[in-house]
């Protein structure tokens, strides 16, 4: 099995959250696979911007996740172990990148996504992040 270590990030606009819909028709976070030397850190900032149009500051670590699937063009199973970071963006605005095949995204109220997130795990990482991003905002 191959395994690719990745980076997202779950974003907060106000009391919103960002999602994007890719060409399979799923809502997911933005996420990308770390390569050369860069870092995770790195990584996530780059993909919420590359994917999303949208520029974001890191907060904090939210955790990790790990999904595997068959990968058809490689011809083996593949693991994505992802880290993920809370990150917040001060303008609601976003670019969606349809070259990277993604069809519609946005800041979303919490709840709207929720319903909306495809993977039940990106769903309880949302979760996870907002309450944590809540007891930030609290303590500014």
């Known amino acids: ?5 990745c980076a ?39 993909r919420v911007k590359h994917e999303g149009g949208v520029e974001a500051e890191v907060i904090f670590p939210a955790g990790e996740t790990n999904y595997e699937f068959y990968s058809q063009t490689r011809k083996m199973p593949v693991c994505n172990k992802i880290d993920w970071f809370i990150m917040k963006a001060d303008c609601p605005e976003v670019t969606v990148n349809t070259d990277e095949g ?14 909306k997130i495809t993977y039940s795990q990106d769903r309880s990482l949302v979760r996870l992040a907002h309450k944590k991003y809540e007891k930030y905002c609290q303590n500014k």
């Open 1 to 5: 099995m191959l395994t690719r270590m």
């Open 102 to 115: 993604f069809t519609e995204g946005g800041f979303f109220k919490i709840d709207d996504a929720l319903e």
């Open 8 to 46: 997202g990030g779950v974003v907060f606009q106000d009391d919103k959250v960002f999602i994007l819909k890719n060409d399979k028709n799923e809502w997911v976070l933005p996420k990308g696979v770390v390569r050369n030397k860069e870092t995770a850190y790195e990584v996530a900032l780059k």
